[in-house]
């Protein structure tokens, strides 16, 4: 029979009599926590499986730090700057590490039958575990503070929570007092329990001396019955039941297979080959769209950030993917067969509402939001399809733009200019008359066609000329890029126009392309590669900042005008340009040195994104209105944009408000522009 002394007895303990209760659990539970693991994990794949193949493989390593950066240092809610919920998660998950290592090689050293366990590493495993279960109470406490005191709006409070936090608190109470009544039951000095388990220590002195007496009977059973079946128990509850906490594995699995497509990037349909056009039931969603349900938390940030959430409207980011989840659940139950319920609700009409799905914006704050990588926009745009392409049940205003995109390949139906009449005067060259150029500007149809956004485009072509930059323009033989018609879900329209264009461009050997819209940028830099596209695609602010360190731009650096800056979504969250616009304003003289209450990444969307620069609103519920409102509070006299759909935005939210005379929505090729002129 094997001995071993154990530092904390000051005794030789006979080790079948100590740990076979351990042992027993162990061999009890184990096979039993491993199957209840394999039945709950294993419906979620099968779950997963129902979806469409989707290729999330490759760079394993960018992967595995992405997923290790979610899952153990919480970047994505410490970068958001949440300190407090980031040091919380930090604590409960460090501290669960830190315990569960302590217990490992403890556990280790008496499962080895080595008869003098290595004192040193025994004692720092023991004084590790208590580490961790102090800063995994710690971590829980401001947890509990947090959901029940504080209790923000967006975190939904369930009993099934508040089962989880009495229940490992009870766990990791009852592990500390495990360890404080065999200090109390041992004869060892005292000053090294301090040392080297300074809770349990503590403890020691709660036990009244008839529980000490008993020291045989209790420490045979202790650790078994009154922690370790209790933590078995828990584990299996926890993938018995569906419980949240499995999102400690599924959010780092979600995050493992998160997309490293470009940020603007939306997933191409195959027309020719496919007989799904948008998705109208939940297994028609792609498997890693079917993970992102089961791996949401239920935090909240979304639709803390969502700006139709904010502004009233029926969208709800957060709800989207729990009601999915729902309906996934509701039309695949328990046990999990391979056909669906009979007389399914239909997704998107009644789990989730069409004016749900109309009303996003596309803006990508829900998704730069998220610790945990799910796609909201994605699925909204995959129901658009559907309701567009198969349904035909598009908002009316939304249907006549995507008619004039059809005939005359823009979306401002009604308009009489053409798309060269904003360059009158200014002898741009037209690649049908001349191709030999460096640079293609390409316009847009917001620039080309919008009577406001015109000057933008004059501006623009006045920069590059003082730069002697060679550029031109395809003129009438540009359409649109196809930006308003995939964000609606026409995609079909989308690809007719975007291969379009990739011929008349390859014709002419394009190579380098600058625009001043974000969508068109976004479009042509992130999404035509997809069909052969291959072009570099420069948006003008940074095209006109390399221009001024050049030094190949005179201008003023007195600017009058005080100007605050907007970060357009599509720029901004979409491709992480937001230091560009800001040197601008810098260099001539026009930045106030304030900001909005709301940039950079946390941007508020102006509301024209997702095709809604051409769908009727409720004049309470505009986003631009709410945008313009932050734009007063700053005092400045110019809110400066980079992109022509904020720029209509606030000049309709100016208007709105009864501003326009004091405080003017400008582009910032238009304050260049100025600050041009006065340098000549």
């Not at 993938?239 to 998160?258: C, D, E, P, T």
């Not at 994104?609 to 709410?626: A, F, P, Q, T, Y």
């Not at 110019?638 to 208007?655: H, N, Q, R, W």
């Amino acid at each position: 029979m094997s001995l071993r002394e154990i530092f904390w007895a000051g005794q030789q303990i006979y080790l079948t009599e100590v740990f076979l209760p351990v042992i027993i659990a162990v061999l009890l539970f184990v096979p039993l926590l491993a199957a209840l693991f394999l039945f709950g994990f294993g419906r979620h794949y099968r779950l997963w499986k129902l979806g469409q193949p989707e290729d999330r493989s490759g760079q394993w390593w960018d992967r595995l730090r992405g997923m290790l950066a979610v899952a153990v240092v919480n970047m994505r809610i410490l970068n958001r700057h949440e300190l407090y919920p980031g040091i919380m998660h930090a604590l409960i998950f460090g501290g669960s590490a830190v315990l569960i290592l302590g217990k490992i090689v403890r556990l280790f050293s008496y499962l080895t039958g080595i008869t003098v366990p290595p004192q040193s590493v025994y004692l720092y495993a023991s004084l590790a575990s208590e580490i961790g279960a102090v800063l995994i109470l710690i971590g829980g406490g401001m947890a509990v503070y947090r959901r029940y005191i504080v209790r923000p709006s967006r975190l939904d409070n369930k009993p099934e929570d508040s089962l989880v936090f009495v229940w490992v608190f009870i766990i990791v109470l009852t592990g500390l007092m495990v360890k404080g009544y065999r200090i109390a039951a041992s004869d060892m000095a005292p000053v090294d329990w301090a040392m080297w388990s300074p809770v349990g220590y503590l403890l020691s002195y709660v036990f009244p001396t008839f529980m000490i007496a008993a020291r045989d009977e209790i420490l045979v059973w202790h650790r078994a019955i009154i922690h370790t079946i209790p933590a078995f128990v828990l584990l299996g509850y926890i993938w018995l039941n569906r419980s949240r906490l499995q999102h400690i594995l599924l959010s780092s699995l979600n995050g493992f297979f998160r997309s490293l497509k470009p940020k603007g990037s939306l997933n191409a349909i195959d027309f020719e080959t496919t007989e799904l056009f948008g998705v109208s039931n939940i297994e028609e969603f792609t498997w890693k769209q079917l993970m992102d349900l089961d791996a949401c938390t239920r935090c909240g940030r979304c639709q803390d950030v969502c700006p139709a959430n904010i502004s009233g409207k029926a969208l709800n980011p957060k709800k989207v993917i729990q009601d999915l989840k729902d309906h996934l659940y509701e039309v695949y139950p328990i046990p999990l067969s391979r056909k669906p319920i009979e007389g399914r609700k239909d997704m998107i009409s009644e789990a989730i509402t069409e004016e749900v799905v109309w009303d996003c914006t596309t803006c990508r704050a829900c998704m730069e939001a998220c610790p945990v990588y799910i796609e909201h926009v994605n699925k909204i745009i995959d129901m658009r399809r559907n309701l567009a392409m198969e349904r035909s049940q598009i908002p009316e205003t939304a249907q006549d733009a995507l008619k004039s995109l059809g005939a005359r390949e823009h979306p401002w139906r009604g308009t009489t200019a053409t798309r060269t009449d904003w360059a009158e005067g200014l002898e741009v060259k037209m690649l049908s008359d001349d191709s030999d150029i460096d640079v293609l500007y390409w316009v847009g149809c917001t620039a080309a066609l919008d009577e406001r956004n015109m000057k933008v485009a004059a501006a623009t072509a006045r920069i590059l000329k003082a730069a002697g930059i060679n550029f031109g323009m395809l003129g009438i033989e540009e359409s649109c890029c196809g930006d308003p018609a995939r964000r609606m879900g026409d995609e079909y329209l989308f690809q007719t126009l975007c291969e379009k264009n990739i011929g008349i461009m390859k014709g002419y050997e394009i190579k380098k392309i600058i625009t001043t819209c974000p969508h068109c940028y976004n479009t042509l830099k992130h999404e035509y590669p997809q069909f052969g596209g291959e072009f570099e695609v420069v948006h003008h602010t940074q095209f006109i900042l390399d221009l001024m360190r050049s030094g190949k731009l005179k201008f003023s650096r007195s600017n009058a005008r005080k100007a605050v800056y907007h970060d357009s979504c599509y720029l901004g969250r979409y491709n992480d340009i937001y230091s560009q616009p800001r040197e601008i304003l810098a260099a001539i003289g026009a930045a106030s040195g304030v900001e909005l209450s709301r940039h950079g990444p946390r941007s508020f969307c102006c509301g024209g994104g997702g095709g809604h620069m051409w769908m009727e609103e409720d004049i309470e519920k505009r986003l631009n209105v709410k945008r313009t409102e932050e734009v007063i509070e700053t005092g400045a006299d110019v809110i400066a944009t980079a992109c022509p759909y904020c720029l209509s935005m606030f000049e309709d939210g100016l208007k709105a408000k009864e501003v326009e005379e004091t405080i003017k929505a400008m582009d910032l090729s238009e304050l260049l522009a100025e600050s041009l002129d006065a340098e000549s």
